[in-house]
């Protein structure tokens, strides 16, 4: 399901900023981008990830922010650093300059990347939970549109699934006004056991009832679990799979209503689409 969040937490000495968005998939992919190295760090955002997010693609951006200016040498290192050469320039009789010096101490005094303190992490943590929070009412948000479009789908399909129940006994009554008024064409009576077993034998083929049962059980699951807390995506696709399997072997046995069938098929594609935003 699609959403977004953001979450920012400072103190006096750093700010943190967490940026979420998820978009639709089958499965969960998590990608962290940060401007500072996470280390460990980094798997235990993942695993808390996974406990509000099942489903997704999930982009988290994380920005961290010294809120003093900080100078990107470490001048005590610098210092000594320069002190170290021109001694051992002194002691190897070597003609060393003070700016050869002072340039060869640069490379040596660069401050290493900041290990994240606990400090930042607690602050990262705190971002990260207001980021959620907003992703989680988003997604809500747009669970609620998806819901009453599923309500409305399902409308459309009960409404086209009523026709193939009015019309399925008109079917079968011209089937067999068709067999009688052949077979009186052929000088049989009804009565005649060649004319009973062919009405038999067309009957059972064009027998639909076992796909209407199986259908509306799936159908009132699909409703029910439109109403449940847990996680209900691959449920609810598996059971518009079976829906659709029903539909089209009941197209096939009796195709004066392929009308009827074509239209359900039709919005259980669309609610396929759809499921794919749910967890």
Known sequence: MTGVGKGVSENENWRAVVFIRTLNSKGLEISIKSNMPLYEFELDIRNFLKDYIKRGTVSLIIQIEPKLEKSPLDLQSLIRTFQTFKSLSQELNINLSDDMAFYASLRYAEKKEEELSEEIKSLVNQALFQALRELVQSREEEGRK????????????????????????????????????????????????????????????????????????????????????????????????????????????????????????VEIDRLKQQVANVE
């Not at 599923?150 to 008109?170: D, P, Y």
């Not at 005649?192 to 067309?202: G, R, S």
């Not at 199986?214 to 439109?226: T, Y």
């Open 146 to 265: 998806l819901k009453e479009d599923f309500t409305e789908r399902i409308k459309i399909i009960k409404a086209n699934l009523t026709q193939i129940l009015e019309r399925k006994e008109e079917v079968l009554e011209r089937l067999r006004h068709r067999v009688l008024e052949r077979a009186k064409e052929l000088g049989l009576p009804e009565e005649n056991p060649t004319v009973l077993n062919e009405i038999v034998f067309l009957l059972s083929k064009m027998d639909i009832e076992e796909e209407l049962t199986r259908f509306k059980v799936h159908l009132e699951r699909f409703e029910n679990l439109l109403n449940s807390e847990e996680e209900v995506g691959r449920r609810l696709d598996f059971l518009l799979q079976e829906m659709h399997r029903e539909i089209n072997t009941l197209g096939n046995k009796m195709p004066e209503l392929s009308k009827w069938a074509v239209e359900i098929k």
